[in-house]
């Protein structure tokens, strides 16, 4: 076996192959595990995808979110264990890869997305 | 003092903590087979240590002499040999394979191999100096600055920080931790960094821990 092939077999035991198929401009449902104080629970983060990064086991979504006024935006590494789950709630219509000017728009109407019906949830 | 082993660099990726699944940077590293190609004693050589032979090659590749040497322990043609100093070397004989399960899943290594070449590197690549203004009618974009005052001494002093050749340096990375190691495959995953690019050949032993007789 040559390198490649080897560093894929390791990584292989980590992916995950239960995620759904996520597309830029989509809102999701992330269920991310805590730890408080030795208890482990779910929380949910919902919110706009805006951005993906990278490939394979070190594949990132961003997700944004408006709460209280104020933008928040987390990062998920989509194969890490405390990422629980993930449900795709709406697909949007967007024609940019990553949706960054979605910071610079201020209110409730600018920063919807459009749906979109052609693809299934 | 104990056996370690030599191995090539693979790549790098990340794995995750079942328990508290924190992403953990690994470097994957092939590590042997090694086969023993000679056994020094204090009778022979006076000292004792083991030589590994590492990465079988076509005998073409080796001159008469290095083929010698190694028919001598019945080993194939290797490309690279490697002396480890022992307190004692009873327990292994001529031909033994040494193997990635020397080692174990949390114990530190110290890795050694050559670093990246960066060639004829300036200033600011190989000893990390401020770069000048680039604009503003600025000349000094990447020059060194001052080298030192004037008629007295007269001379740049021994030792001051110049551009030229950086890396390909032999380099100890020092108390890595042993991720894994999947015995079928000769493989190890070793916490973090190693020296050089993929493919580079790294020599793997035991962390050296200071004060601990090892």
């Known amino acids: ?121 | 003092m104990s056996v370690g082993i030599l191995g090539t660099k693979l790549g790098m990726t990340q794995i995750f903590d079942r328990e508290t699944g924190v992403a953990i940077p690994v470097t994957v590293v092939q590590a042997g087979p090694c086969t023993v190609t000679q056994i020094k004693t204090k009778q022979t050589d006076g000292y004792e240590a083991l030589q590994l032979g590492y990465e079988s090659v076509k005998p073409k590749a080796l001159s008469k002499p290095e083929l010698g040497h190694l028919e001598k322990a019945g080993a194939s043609p290797l490309r690279h040999l490697k002396e480890y100093r022992l307190s004692d070397v009873s327990a292994y004989e001529l031909g033994q394979e040494i193997k990635a399960d020397i080692f174990s899943a949390g114990q530190l290594v110290d890795v050694s191999g050559l670093t990246i070449g960066r060639g004829f590197a300036g200033y600011q690549k190989r000893h990390n100096f401020r770069r000048g203004l680039m604009s503003h009618g600025s000349k000094s974009h990447r020059l060194p600055g001052s080298t030192g005052p004037g008629t007295t001494p007269g001379r740049i002093f021994p030792g001051k920080k110049m551009a030229g050749r950086y890396g390909g340096t032999q380099v100890t990375i020092r108390k890595l931790e042993v991720v894994r190691i999947d015995t079928e495959q000769n493989v190890l995953l070793i916490r973090g960094s190693v020296p050089g690019k993929p493919g580079t050949l790294l020599n793997i032993r035991p962390a050296n821990i200071v004060g601990q007789a090892a």
């Open chain 1, 1 to 121: 076996m040559n390198a490649e092939a080897i560093i894929r077999s390791i990584e292989a035991e980590y992916i995950k192959s239960d995620l759904p198929v996520i597309h830029i401009g989509d809102t999701v449902r992330v269920g991310v595990r805590i730890k408080e104080g030795g208890k482990e629970r779910v929380q949910p983060y919902e919110g706009t995808v805006i951005a993906r990064r990278h490939g394979g086991i070190n594949e990132t979504i961003t997700v944004r979110k408006v709460f209280q006024g104020v933008g928040v935006e987390r990062v998920f590494l989509l194969h890490s264990p405390r990422v629980d789950s993930i449900k795709v709630l709406r697909r949007g219509k967007v024609r940019r890869a990553k949706l960054f000017y979605l910071r610079d728009r201020i209110g409730n109407k600018a920063t919807r997305i459009k749906q979109r019906f052609d693809r299934s949830l």
